[in-house]
């Protein structure tokens, strides 16, 4: 579940954003429409706990994201969440298959190459386990980084963009396996997007219309 009131980020510059609240429960989906500048990347990092918010509350899967030191949210959103960001932060150095280890790492978790291998053929990438990321097509790299955000089967998927480098084939497997995750999980689903195939292709989902920031 997801649970925002009178949710609120400053920045530096004296940008204000405000949104409206949200009561998503576990399970339910969740789609952030907005023009660019809107805020959708940053509620995004609200609902990891990536930030904080100036004013308001946030709980997500049962936690109240500002009630816990940065170690403690860390270690929470490691097992918890699900987070595919624009900016993808696949290490050049490492291949497909050690950038997905990573996660196992972050969580505390022991290596599991045979998740890893199941993660990337639900994609459609196992063969490209091996491969360091300058070696793929961006769609290429956006079906890893997906795949590295459902890895741990985790109770919050929030993604920023999915489909944008996506033809309509890869679209339609990507928000099918983030649905089949979210559904098998019982995971809540957060999506921001620009993207009309996205819309139509989840039309009962919820939808939270962002309005361009403010000064």
Same mark, same amino acid.
């Given at each position: ?10 920045? @530096? $510059?004296?940008?204000? %954003?405000? *949104?409206?609240?949200?009561? =998503? &429960? ?8 907005? /023009? ?60 497909? @298959? $050690?950038?997905?280890? %990573?996660? *196992?790492?972050?969580?505390? =978790? &022991? ?8 993660? /990337? ?60 995750? @979210? ?33």
């Amino acid at each position: 579940m997801i649970e925002t009131r009178g949710l609120t980020c400053g920045f @530096a $510059d004296g940008t204000t %954003l405000r *949104f409206a609240d949200v009561k =998503l &429960p576990q399970g339910g989906t969740l789609l952030l429409r907005g /023009l660019s500048g809107s805020g959708k990347s940053t509620w995004l990092s609200l609902a990891s706990g990536l930030r904080l918010p100036t004013r308001g509350d946030i709980a997500v899967a049962g936690r109240t994201l500002s009630a816990m030191k940065a170690p403690e949210r860390d270690a929470w959103r490691a097992r918890s969440v699900g987070f595919l960001p624009q900016r993808l932060h696949l290490s050049e150095a490492l291949t497909v @298959a $050690d950038n997905l280890g %990573l996660v *196992f790492f972050a969580a505390g =978790l &022991p290596p599991d190459a045979q998740a890893v291998h199941s993660a /990337l053929g639900a994609l459609g990438v196992a063969g490209l386990a091996q491969r360091k990321p300058a070696r793929l097509s961006g769609g290429e790299l956006q079906r890893v980084a997906l795949a590295r955000a459902l890895l741990l089967r985790p109770q919050v998927i929030l993604v920023d963009e999915p489909t944008a480098s996506l033809d309509d084939e890869a679209c339609r497997t990507a928000l099918a396996l983030l649905q089949a995750h @979210a559904r098998e999980g019982g995971a809540t689903l957060v999506i921001s997007t620009h993207d009309a195939r996205v819309a139509k292709a989840l039309p009962q989902a919820q939808v939270l219309q962002l309005a361009r920031s403010a000064p």
